[in-house]
Nanobody
Framework: QVQLVESGGGLVQPGGSLRLSCTASGSIFGGYRLGWYRQVPGKVRELVAAINSAGDTNYADSVKGRFTISRDNAKNTVYLQMNSVKPEDTAVYYC???????????????WGQGTQVTVSS
């Protein structure tokens, strides 16, 4: 069983930056693909970024060049650095872990509780 706990959400102005963190319990963290998904009311949860154990990454077109995903296996933590944020980035962001290929948009088996990100002036 893997438990994921996100932190770092909040209110940020357009053009600003925010870093989300997700810390996992469980010794098999290093072997999983890790991802960040986001969801707004009435819409399907979508993949934002993913990273595998080799460090390969995959990003949604809407965040390429602005967001960076990284992982620290020693700390069992995955990060999402969000730069140049836009109002349309407003959503609940969820950490996800599981056995998936880097290009798959299908989420893994484990979810965090979600953290709200609001981009507004």
């Amino acid at each position: 069983q893997v438990q994921l706990v996100e932190s770092g959400g909040g209110l940020v102005q357009p053009g600003g930056s925010l870093r989300l963190s997700c810390t996992a319990s469980g010794s098999i963290f290093g072997g999983y693909r890790l991802g960040w998904y986001r969801q707004v009311p009435g819409k399907v949860r979508e993949l934002v970024a993913a990273i595998n154990s080799a460090g390969d990454t995959n990003y949604a077109d809407s965040v390429k060049g602005r967001f960076t995903i990284s992982r620290d296996n020693a700390k069992n933590t995955v990060y999402l650095q969000m730069n140049s944020v836009k109002p349309e980035d407003t959503a609940v962001y969820y950490c996800n872990a599981g056995v998936k290929t880097i290009l798959s948009t299908i989420p893994g088996s484990y979810w965090g509780q979600g953290t709200q990100v609001t981009v507004s002036s």
